[in-house]
T-cell receptor, first 116, second 112 residues
Framework: EAGVAQSPRYKIIEKRQSVAFWCNPI?????LYWYQQILGQGPKLLIQ????????DSQLPKDRFSAERLKGVDSTLKIQPAKLEDSAVYLC??????????????FGQGTRLTVV | QKEVEQDPGPLSVPEGAIVSLNCTYS??????FMWYRQYSRKGPELLMY????GNKEDGRFTAQVDKSSKYISLFIRDSQPSDSATYLC????????????FGSGTRLLVRP
C-alpha cells in the first residue's frame, strides 16, 4: 500500500515570499490533515478535511495560510507571505475516518520549510 | 493549560532497560489514545492504539490508559538502540469533528 506522498521535501524561501506544499493521501482515505511541527514540539493541527469539506481550521492563520482539497483527494497548503516563525516541518496525514478506530493517521515524511 | 502534557526529555537509558513514557491530559472527552514514534527527519508512525481505559500489549510495547487520572503510559521492555526516537502521545474524542491532539513528544536515547 502506497503511503502519504508529500512534495517538496525541503524548501528555503525568503520572508514575505510565498510557498506551496502538495500532499497525496492514501487511496480511499476520507480525512486529510495538515500539521505544523516546530523543532522540539509535537505536531499542531492546522486544518482537517473530511472529503472536500473543512472540519477544523481553528488554528490556521487565515491571513497568510490557505489550504484546499480538490475532488476530495490531493491537497495543497499555501503560505503567503511567509514569516520567519513559519519555519517548521509541514506534515500531511490521512485516515479512513475522523473518529474511533478510523482515526489512525498515516503521516507523510513532511516538508521542511526554512524561512530566511 | 495545554490539553495534552508530555515531558520532553531527553530520556537516556542503557540497552535492555525498561522505559516508561507518560502523558497527562485535561479533556475528559478523549476516548482514543495513541502512541506514535518519530525518527529524525521522518513523519510519525503509529505504534499503539487503545480505546478508553485499560492495557494493551504488542511485543515489547505496553500501553496503559487510566481515564480516572487522565494519565496514559507507554512501556518499552528490553529497550534497543533502534528504539531511539521521539515518542508522541496523541488522543481524540468521539465526536465526528474531534481532532487528533498531540503531546510535545519525549526524546528517547537507548545507549548500546
Amino acid at each position: 500500500e502506497a503511503g502519504v506522498a508529500q512534495s517538496p521535501r525541503y524548501k528555503i524561501i525568503e520572508k514575505r515570499q510565498s510557498v506551496a506544499f502538495w500532499c497525496n493521501p492514501i487511496s480511499g482515505h476520507a480525512t486529510l490533515y495538515w500539521y505544523q511541527q516546530i523543532l522540539g514540539q509535537g505536531p499542531k493541527l492546522l486544518i482537517q478535511f473530511q472529503n472536500n469539506g473543512v472540519v477544523d481550521d481553528s488554528q490556521l492563520p487565515k491571513d497568510r495560510f490557505s489550504a484546499e482539497r480538490l475532488k476530495g483527494v490531493d491537497s495543497t497548503l499555501k503560505i503567503q507571505p511567509a514569516k520567519l516563525e513559519d519555519s517548521a516541518v509541514y506534515l500531511c496525514a490521512s485516515s479512513l475516518g475522523s473518529t474511533g478506530w478510523s482515526t489512525e493517521a498515516f503521516f507523510g515524511q513532511g516538508t521542511r520549510l526554512t524561512v530566511v | 493549560q495545554k490539553e495534552v502534557e508530555q515531558d520532553p526529555g531527553p530520556l537516556s537509558v542503557p540497552e535492555g532497560a525498561i522505559v516508561s513514557l507518560n502523558c497527562t491530559y485535561s479533556n475528559s472527552a478523549f476516548q482514543y489514545f495513541m502512541w506514535y514514534r518519530q525518527y529524525s527527519r521522518k513523519g510519525p508512525e503509529l505504534l499503539m492504539y487503545t480505546y478508553s481505559s485499560g492495557n494493551k500489549e504488542d511485543g515489547r510495547f505496553t500501553a496503559q490508559v487510566d481515564k480516572s487520572s487522565k494519565y496514559i503510559s507507554l512501556f518499552i521492555r528490553d529497550s534497543q538502540p533502534s528504539d531511539s526516537a521521539t515518542y508522541l502521545c496523541a488522543m481524540s474524542g468521539m465526536d465526528s469533528s474531534y481532532k487528533l491532539i498531540f503531546g510535545s513528544g519525549t526524546r528517547l536515547l537507548v545507549r548500546p
